[in-house]
């Protein structure tokens, strides 16, 4: 349940601490004082959509955070997150910054909006005064008995068969092309191929050519280069390079080598030396024998990279793309060559798959079907509950085409009068009618979910007299298996509550503020009273408010 709701500069809300109870929590007070605020504050940090008008004037940043009790410790969407609760608590956090970003935080680790919205709605529901108008939706009809009757399992089942179907008839649609289109087609590839296949690329050759291009480029850089460091090595045809002078500098140490340890270090190193500038001497001059440069192979390497730069301005930046491209060509060609067969297997294959798909739509069906049977009972009796005994409601099933969701258009029909017939819920629901209608199908949906702590902001909007006591009789039974949370404005639902805060605007240094404050018995009864007959309320008001009270404390005590 929501233990603690904390706010700061949030909207005309500069803090405020509100700690909720277990059972029935009523906030009540005039109209624009800031219910609606406190709602969109727990909206805020549940992860709901949010804007930075939501800051109070003059703030940087508001805050909002929210300490549950009693959470599961087995909660999947916990796990699901990274996330635990200490001792059946765990507290959600966010703050948003004028600039538009965001922090925010679950157990004290921070978590994305996208999570805290997950681990939000697994523990709290928001029911706004205009959910009563989904109910005209009938797309979202399906949705609702789906959630009551808990066809996860035939759902799945029946989508994986689905998707395979309809892989199956696009894969056969992108092999349909008219005649001309195939041979135009066949044209094309049969050109792209010819001028790739003919180009004989090879990986990596793009590399080879330009480092060769390069080189034949530079020849004579090259040739004076090897020809001057071999001409320092070796000398001329008399020798006198370096190479020599190495030479005869080691036959002079080598008769004194054993005279002295120094001699024979200073030998050894010239000896190394030597050896040394033998061998570079040596593949110098390899190198040198090895060029065979001739204008001839420039202008052929010079041709090739031309040929390579206009088949890469058509099919691909590098020499791989390009054979990657001229596979994918091919393969595109045995399949328009072989489309016929491919689609006498393609159009058996999805057979097989639409009827398996029939089939798991037809039993999605036949579990949605009775799903309804227990639903429109359980309705029909919270109906009765609401005051609403004449009310008949109904689900009906119409067949369609096979999409995502399956075989059936489900609508939501209703006959509000004794006689009449049953019409879509939209043609005949009055505000007040869809209002319980909703809590009814709230209710029933509750009990099938984990989560603890029902918000309903303003359901009551078009409920009065008799029918309003009974939601807040509805409310009460609600109570005892959830934390219910109630925006309201009427006397019978706010007098049903176990807690009761009232909402007030002032004004305090020039600004306005909210503060939401718990009231006691005798405030209770003031704040019933306004309700019922404005600011001023006689004493015949207040005796009324303090039966209204005691007549909810009475019944709730047989609960």
Request: aromatic share 4%.
């Amino acid at each position: 349940m929501l233990q603690l709701l904390h706010i700061e500069n949030i909207a005309v809300i500069d803090q405020a601490d509100i700690t909720f109870d277990s059972g029935f929590n009523a906030l009540t007070g005039e109209t624009g004082a800031g219910k609606s605020i406190v709602i969109d504050a727990m909206g805020a940090v549940l992860g709901q959509r949010t804007s930075r008008d939501l800051i109070r004037t003059g703030a940087a940043k508001a805050f909002v955070s929210a300490l549950f009790s009693g959470v599961p410790e087995d909660l999947p969407v916990l796990a699901e997150c990274g996330l635990a609760a200490e001792d059946g608590e765990l507290l959600l956090q966010r703050e948003i910054s004028a600039d538009g970003k965001n922090v925010c935080r679950a157990g004290g680790r921070p978590v994305t909006v996208a999570q805290l919205r997950r681990v939000g709605g697994a523990l709290l529901n928001i029911h706004g005064q205009h959910d009563g108008q989904q109910l005209l939706d009938e797309e979202l009809h399906g949705a609702y008995l789906d959630s009551f009757g808990q066809v996860d399992r035939e759902l799945a089942g029946y989508r994986e068969r689905y998707e395979a179907m309809e892989s199956a008839r696009k894969k056969l649609r992108s092999l349909e092309m008219d005649e001309a289109e195939k041979e135009r087609r066949l044209d094309s590839l049969n050109f792209q191929i010819e001028e790739l296949e003919r180009a004989q690329l090879k990986p990596g050759e793009e590399e080879e050519l330009q480092q060769r291009r390069n080189l034949l480029r530079n020849s004579e850089k090259f040739m004076s280069a090897l020809q001057g460091a071999l001409w320092s090595l070796s000398g001329g045809d008399e020798g006198g390079g370096a190479v020599s002078g190495l030479q005869e500098a080691c036959a002079s140490l080598s008769g004194a080598r054993h005279l002295d340890d120094q001699f024979a270090q200073l030998s050894d190193r010239l000896e190394s030396l030597s050896s040394e500038a033998y061998d570079v001497a040596e593949t110098l001059r390899d190198l040198q024998a090895s060029f065979d440069f001739s204008p001839q192979e420039l202008d052929e390497l010079e041709s090739r990279a031309d040929l390579l730069y206009r088949l890469k301005k058509k099919y691909g930046p590098t020499v791989e793309d390009m054979l990657d491209y001229l596979e994918k060509r091919r393969e595109e060609l045995e399949a328009i060559t072989f489309a016929a067969d491919t689609a006498a297997r393609l159009e058996k294959e999805l057979g097989k798959l639409q009827g398996q798909a029939e089939k798991a739509a037809e039993a999605l069906s036949q579990a949605r079907k009775a799903a309804a049977e227990r639903l429109e009972a359980r309705i029909q009796e919270e109906l009765r509950q609401l005051d609403m005994p004449k009310v008949r409601f109904s689900i009906r099933f119409d067949q369609k085409e096979l999409d995502a969701s399956g075989m059936d258009q489900i609508r939501f029909l209703m006959s509000a009068n004794v006689g009449e017939e049953l019409r879509p819920i939209s043609k005949v629901a009055s505000g007040g009618e869809l209002a319980r209608i909703m809590l009814a199908m709230k209710n029933v949906l509750a009990e099938n979910e984990a989560i603890g702590t029902l918000v309903f902001d303003e359901v009551d909007t078009g409920v009065s007299g008799r029918a309003a006591q009974k939601v807040a009789v509805k409310l009460a039974q609600v109570s005892r298996r959830k934390q219910v949370l109630c925006v309201t404005h009427l006397p019978q639902l706010a007098a049903m509550a176990d807690v009761h805060f009232c909402v007030e605007k002032g004004e305090r240094d020039g600004r306005t503020f909210t503060q939401v404050l718990p009231l006691s018995r005798e405030q209770r009864c003031q704040e019933l009273a306004r309700l019922t007959g404005g600011e001023r309320p006689t004493a015949a008001m207040l005796a009324g408010a303090e039966e209204l009270i005691a007549a909810a404390e009475a019944y709730k005590k047989g609960l």
